[in-house]
């Protein structure tokens, strides 16, 4: 035998003996932490009554679901959206359910100035703006096998190059005010690949390592009543191309559908209660770090035996 195959052979076996070792270990330790929690750390939702939120894509979908349950937790909110009949919409639901302030506004998220004119409207309409939720996104090219470079570029914009501009709009107030929530919806398809939404995936990973990164500078900077948080769902019943395509693929049989509202509701009891980083369904957070205690190339080949034939539909279906 070549001392390559060998050397391969004692790195499986090396690979297999941490997991079944680490796995145990793993499990009872992540078990005794949240008893830990549970049982010493004052893990009560803050109020939130009179803050002023801006919610990001708000005109439709979880962005909406989202707006509606931080307003019944008694927010003032912007409902901003490149879809005006959308915000409308939203701010006439709002209206419905709470006895809060609420407002559309049209912005494009992947726009600096515009977000920087969105501010000061905010704060002379509602106030200083002390949550923000950053949830507007693109999850589908046109063409998923070779997408023009346009639309790779327009997705990295709104997913991706948003939260830095709406960072650099909206941090500051809260930074002065020492206070905040600043919550940035990610994906499930930022930690398992996404094949043939590589842009995707990609955008939503950045998302997540952006917000951990912040997190770090603001303990370092003393600010520790901002919470940063970012959730990373699995399909939502939002988006009608996704959940077409999510039925169509049978994606639903691996990680059944989530309903916009019960998604919006675990994100802002997250968000209150201080949550780092919200995975639905929860389980998917442990099946992440397990998966990733395995070699690459065993991570790629699980996902391929778990997913393979129906990327292999998904791209027969988009093309
Ligand atoms: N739907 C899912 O299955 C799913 C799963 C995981 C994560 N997510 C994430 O959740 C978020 C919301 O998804 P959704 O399914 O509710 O989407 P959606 O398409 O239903 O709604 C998105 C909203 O964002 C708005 N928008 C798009 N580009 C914008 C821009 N440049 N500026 C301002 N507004 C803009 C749209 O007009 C729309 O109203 C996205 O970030 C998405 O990546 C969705």
Same mark, same amino acid.
């Given at each position: 035998?070549?001392?390559?195959?060998?050397?391969?052979?004692?790195?499986?076996?090396?690979?297999?003996?941490?997991?079944?070792? %680490?796995?145990?270990?793993?499990?009872?330790? !992540?078990?005794?932490?949240?008893?830990?929690?549970?049982?010493?750390?004052?893990?009560?939702?803050?109020?939130?009554?009179? *803050?002023?939120?801006?919610?990001?894509?708000?005109?439709?979908?979880?962005?909406?679901?989202?707006?509606?349950?931080?307003? *019944?937790?008694?927010?003032?909110?912007?409902?901003?959206?490149?879809?005006? =009949?959308?915000?409308?919409? =939203?701010?006439?639901?709002?209206?419905?359910?709470?006895?809060?302030?609420?407002?559309?506004?049209?912005?494009?998220?992947?726009?600096?100035? &515009?977000?920087? &004119?969105?501010?000061?409207?905010?704060?002379?309409?509602?106030?200083?703006?002390?949550?923000?939720?950053?949830?507007?996104?693109?999850?589908?090219?046109?063409?998923?096998?070779?997408?023009?470079?346009?639309?790779?570029?327009?997705?990295?914009?709104?997913?991706?190059? !948003?939260?830095?501009?709406?960072?650099?709009?909206?941090?500051?107030?809260?930074?002065?005010?020492?206070?905040?929530? %600043?919550?940035? /919806?990610?994906?499930?398809?930022? %930690?398992?690949?996404?094949?043939?939404?590589?842009?995707?995936?990609?955008?939503?990973?950045?998302?997540?390592?952006?917000?951990? !990164?912040?997190?770090?500078?603001?303990?370092?900077?003393?600010?520790? *009543?901002?919470?940063?948080?970012?959730?990373?769902?699995?399909?939502?019943?939002?988006?009608?191309?996704?959940?077409?395509?999510?039925?169509?693929?049978?994606?639903?049989?691996?990680?059944?559908?989530?309903?916009?509202?019960?998604?919006?509701?675990?994100?802002?009891?997250?968000?209150?209660?201080?949550?780092? &980083? /919200?995975?639905?369904?929860?389980?998917?957070?442990?099946?992440?770090?397990? /998966?990733?205690?395995?070699?690459?190339?065993?991570?790629?080949?699980?996902?391929?035996?778990?997913?393979?034939?129906?990327?292999?539909?998904?791209?027969?279906?988009?093309?």
């Amino acid at each position: 035998m070549s001392i390559a195959k060998s050397q391969v052979k004692l790195q499986a076996l090396a690979a297999l003996a941490s997991l079944a070792l %680490l796995t145990p270990l793993l499990v009872a330790a !992540a078990l005794l932490w949240k008893l830990f929690c549970k049982l010493f750390c004052c893990s009560s939702p803050r109020s939130i009554v009179g *803050d002023v939120a801006v919610v990001t894509g708000a005109g439709h979908g979880l962005g909406r679901a989202i707006a509606l349950e931080l307003a *019944d937790k008694g927010c003032h909110i912007a409902v901003v959206d490149i879809n005006m =009949t959308g915000a409308e919409s =939203t701010v006439k639901q709002i209206h419905e359910r709470a006895k809060v302030r609420a407002k559309a506004y049209k912005a494009d998220v992947s726009n600096y100035l &515009e977000l920087v &004119e969105l501010n000061s409207q905010v704060v002379s309409d509602l106030g200083p703006v002390t949550v923000l939720i950053n949830n507007a996104g693109i999850m589908l090219h046109r063409n998923a096998v070779d997408p023009e470079p346009a639309e790779v570029q327009q997705m990295i914009n709104v997913n991706l190059a !948003a939260h830095f501009w709406t960072k650099m709009v909206f941090l500051p107030t809260m930074k002065t005010l020492r206070r905040g929530y %600043l919550v940035s /919806i990610s994906s499930l398809a930022g %930690l398992f690949p996404m094949p043939y939404n590589t842009t995707y995936s990609a955008t939503k990973a950045g998302t997540t390592a952006h917000m951990r !990164a912040l997190r770090i500078e603001l303990t370092l900077e003393k600010q520790r *009543d901002i919470h940063v948080c970012t959730a990373m769902p699995t399909f939502l019943e939002a988006n009608e191309d996704v959940v077409q395509l999510s039925h169509q693929i049978k994606i639903a049989d691996l990680f059944p559908l989530i309903s916009a509202q019960s998604a919006a509701r675990r994100i802002v009891d997250g968000m209150l209660k201080g949550e780092r &980083e /919200i995975m639905l369904p929860e389980l998917s957070a442990l099946l992440h770090r397990l /998966i990733t205690l395995m070699p690459v190339s065993w991570q790629d080949r699980s996902t391929i035996l778990c997913t393979g034939s129906r990327f292999k539909q998904y791209i027969a279906l988009r093309n």
